[in-house]
């Protein structure tokens, strides 16, 4: 971490609604990585290929998230402090991050009664959630310190429409054709090609749902963010016409993300431009409704539960790794806390929820004890 922050006005400089949607996100993906068993409700489980359930929309509205948050770091420093300086900020806090995940996978790999650290490293994923949040969050500080909006509205064109063309008219290597299938097309033979199969998603070993090719499409969702963030920050228009503009924005990008789904279509796990747009414009409407709503209304009393999970986002993540991991190791009477608390008493799906609600619950109340002394921990 990159530091610790306990002072109050910390707190009051962020934007409120911000921290309520990435709350919520937070928890939805806690909620969805965390299931008790190997049964999910279908909307809490991603989909299978194309397509697009609610599971499949909270890794693409955090990163919209990574891009609204930039302009609040960084609008003021870009006057006052110089590019370079920024921009090794942004690789610094990069680096941690990658730090952190690996020293994670490291630690859960090993097997520390005979410590093999060849081995572990030689089947170490690389690509992986963090990973993606890391590099999405780099490449867009640069684009926002050194470029314009007006130059960054372009390279959010050029890099859909690039990837589009790139996936649906370059031929796969050994393959022949272009084609979207999960272990046949380009982007999977480059994982292949780059990392190798040890190094990718351990239940395929062929492909990544968080692959190289795909950080394109995704660092275009960090920038649809930041253009969402100036927006919100622009001083000559009222609060109605920007939340209004907000809306219409975000459902215009819905339409086109539909329309460009039937010849590109929707799919997390190749980021698809369709994809981009389509959970970019619920993105932006869910963040208009939540800044209508708590700073331009100022309905602010059930926030403070929800803003616990949203001012420190990645520790509540990092903690999610943890957590069941410990909790499934407590033994009372030889069994285990999920066949005392829940398999007793839900179906198999249903135990399965509680489970994960109550892993939700567990980090909350590491965040809520961290939100009311108002400590912020800077990755």
């Keep these: 971490m990159t530091g610790i922050s306990t002072n109050e006005s910390v707190l009051k400089k962020r934007l409120l609604s911000l921290d309520v949607f990435r709350g919520l996100t937070i928890a939805a993906m806690i909620l969805v990585n965390d299931p008790g068993n190997e049964h999910s409700y279908a909307p809490l489980e991603h989909s299978k290929w194309n397509g697009c359930t609610p599971t499949d929309l909270i890794f693409p509205f955090f990163l919209f998230m990574v891009g609204v948050s930039i302009v609040y770091a960084m609008e003021s420093r870009k006057e006052t402090e110089s590019h370079s300086k920024l921009i ?13 995940t690996y020293v994670i996978r490291f630690y859960f790999l090993v097997d520390f009664s005979h410590i093999n650290v060849s081995e572990v490293f030689a089947h170490m994923r690389i690509p992986g959630v963090l990973t993606r949040i890391a590099v999405v969050y780099f490449i867009c500080s640069v684009l926002y310190v050194k470029t314009s909006q007006k130059t960054r509205d372009w390279l959010f064109a050029i890099f859909l429409i690039g990837y589009y063309i790139i996936m649906n008219f370059i031929p796969v290597p050994g393959v022949g054709y272009t084609n979207l299938e999960p272990t046949t097309n380009l982007g999977a033979w480059l994982d292949r090609l780059v990392f190798t199969p040890n190094h990718l998603w351990a239940e395929t070993k062929v492909w990544d749902p968080e692959g190289l090719l795909g950080t394109i499409p995704a660092v275009a969702t960090g920038l649809f963010g930041i253009r969402l963030g100036g927006w919100i920050k622009r001083k000559d228009h009222e609060d109605s016409i920007k939340v209004t503009w907000m ?26 431009s369709s994809f981009v747009l389509y959970t970019g414009g ?12 708590i700073d331009v209304r100022g309905y602010k009393k059930f926030t403070p539960p929800i803003v616990a999970f949203g001012a420190n986002a990645i520790t509540a993540y990092i903690l999610a790794d943890f957590i069941p991991h410990y909790v499934g190791k407590i033994k009372l009477g030889g069994k285990s806390l999920y066949d005392i608390l829940f398999a007793p008493y ?20 590491v965040m809520w004890v961290l939100y009311k002394r108002k400590i912020i921990i800077k990755v």
């Design 282 to 293: 619920l993105a932006c409407v869910g963040l208009a409704l939540s800044y209508w709503i």
């Design 88 to 100: 090794m900020r942004a690789f610094k806090r990069m680096a941690i991050l990658l730090l952190i």
């Design 247 to 272: 809306f219409v924005y975000g459902t215009i990008a819905v339409i086109l993300g539909l329309i460009w789904d039937l010849f590109f279509p929707i799919n997390k796990a190749l980021w698809s």
């Design 346 to 365: 839900f179906s198999p799906i249903n135990a399965s929820l509680a489970s994960a609600i109550f892993t939700v619950f567990c980090v909350w109340i």
